[in-house]
């Protein structure tokens, strides 16, 4: 059996990370329940959280009124790798199904960094098969982004 899936073609630049807290209500919703909200990004008009097993994405389109999400489990990810540039990072995923994502983040300062360091080292153990580190996802849960 042949089952075709979309590709993930937008691009995402998130700008900040922001408090879980103030995550509009039906964001929430597509969270399931027991999972732990690690990182939420925001976009001018989009949003990105990442749990402690998936990606979900929201993808406004800008005056047609429409919001496509993508929900994407790390159990579906073959490959993660991430990339530094001076005030900027790239969140390169490719999924099993052979599609890539990418997802930037503009405008980074280093403690941006170190939050995506945190994140992307939770989410290469998970699809690794192992347990995240219990500290790096207590640290990303109360955004404790010390260099320590």
Known sequence: ??????EVTKNFNFSKAFNRDELPGYI??????????????KTQRDHGVFTDSQIVLFDSEKN????????????????????????SAEL???LENGYPIV????NTEPEDKLRLRLLY????????????????????????????
């Open 1 to 6: 059996m042949f089952i075709k899936y979309k």
């Open 28 to 41: 929430k919703h597509y969270v399931l329940e027991g999972e732990n909200i690690l990182v939420a990004y």
């Open 64 to 87: 047609m009124g429409r919001k496509q999400i993508y929900t994407i489990p790390y159990d579906s990810i073959s490959t993660i790798s991430i990339t530094f540039d001076k005030d």
């Open 92 to 94: 390169n995923i490719l």
């Open 103 to 106: 997802l930037n983040f503009i």
């Open 121 to 148: 080292t939770v989410i290469n153990r998970v699809i690794c098969g192992k347990e995240p580190s219990e500290r790096d996802v207590e640290r990303l849960m109360r955004d404790d982004l010390s260099f320590n």
